[in-house]
């Protein structure tokens, strides 16, 4: 008869166990300074889960007929900034998510830097939500997964030729929700001609005559502002239609500026003359710089010279324009 043996149950040593928790720790410690010395590059890029597949929009059913290039060439600053990572935006021109305005048909250069410390990418779409509805063709500086990273730079020109009003973001998922996001609006542009029925002011050729005006910008405050007319606040400005106007004008204040003689002192965009304005509600003279333009006043009537930049006119920087 065999008799079997009992196997003895092998137990670990207090020893042992300690050895075994300190080892556990030791790999926490070594897996936690690691993710420590690491946080910079798992924060600049977004989960794969996150990013939109590329080429996946869907054209829209009733798209607005294109314009060929018949407008200005206008160019925009834009700057990507991050005062927390859950705090974004961008820098039109030095201003913050300022809109962006241009008229159908104008040449848009976009020039931008990454001064952030996360990856960012550019582009004007239809749809906020959607990073593949790029509005025009080249109207973005990478995509949703491709990056300028920080301190690069990029360009792109690209005509606006569709009416309406779409967006500029930056294309990485979640920053527009963040704050990256502003307005790009293209108006229709005005083509001078009268149809039936108009009572439009006839246009008046050059009558050679030609007229000169010093202007100042002037801040007596931060909530108010005027112009001097050769050395009078906010004069009125007379001249005869037909006349060659000369406008000599420099920012003596601390804020930026911009000037424009408008048919509507309540709409920017209204300028009544052929290169009657110096800057854009986007482009400033800023602190002690001068600017010139020289256009002729071919249509009489009432009009405004107002600061350009959004508000200032109704902080006082508004007089008449009277062509007789």
Not at 65 to 89: K, Q
Not at 93 to 121: F, L, R, Y
Not at 212 to 221: A, D, K, L
Request: glycine share 8%; aromatic share 8%; hydrophobic share 35%.
């Amino acid at each position: 008869m065999t008799i079997e043996e009992e196997s003895p149950i092998i137990r670990t040593t207090a020893s042992r166990l300690g050895k075994g928790i300190a080892i556990i720790l030791v790999v926490m410690a070594v897996a936690a300074a690691i993710h420590i010395a690491f946080n910079d590059v798992w924060s600049k890029y977004p989960p794969m889960n996150q990013v939109a597949k590329a080429g996946t929009s869907t054209a829209p059913t009733t798209p607005t007929p294109a314009t060929p290039a018949v407008g200005e060439s206008r160019t925009f600053n834009l700057v990507f900034h991050e005062r927390t990572p859950t705090d974004l935006y961008f820098t039109v021109d030095g201003q913050e998510n300022a809109d962006i305005i241009v008229n159908v048909g104008d040449k848009i250069t976009i020039n931008i830097k990454n001064e952030g410390n996360m990856p960012h990418s550019f582009g004007i779409v239809t749809d906020p939500n959607d990073v593949n509805s790029i509005a025009f063709t080249n109207a973005n500086i990478g995509s949703s997964t491709q990056f300028l990273l920080s301190k690069q730079e990029g360009t792109t020109t690209f005509i606006a030729d569709k009416p309406g009003e779409y967006y500029y973001i930056c294309l990485v998922a979640g920053h527009a929700d963040l704050g990256m996001k502003g307005k790009f609006i293209v108006k229709e542009r005005s083509t001078g001609s009268s149809g039936a029925g108009s009572t439009s002011t006839p246009v008046v050729g050059s009558t050679g005559n030609k007229v000169e005006f010093n202007i100042t910008f002037e801040e007596e405050s931060p909530v108010k502002l005027y112009f001097t007319v050769n050395g009078e606040i906010n004069k009125d400005i007379r001249v005869k239609a037909g006349d060659t106007v000369t406008i000599k004008i420099k920012n003596n204040g601390n804020m930026p500026h911009s000037f424009g003689i408008v048919t509507d002192p309540n709409d920017v965009n209204s300028i009544a003359f052929t290169n009657a304005n110096i800057g854009s509600s986007t482009q400033f003279l800023l602190s002690k710089q001068e600017g010139t333009t020289t256009f002729i006043a071919d249509k009489p009537g009432e009009y405004y010279y107002i600061c350009l930049v959004a508000g200032h006119a109704d902080l006082g920087m508004k007089g008449k324009f009277i062509v007789e």
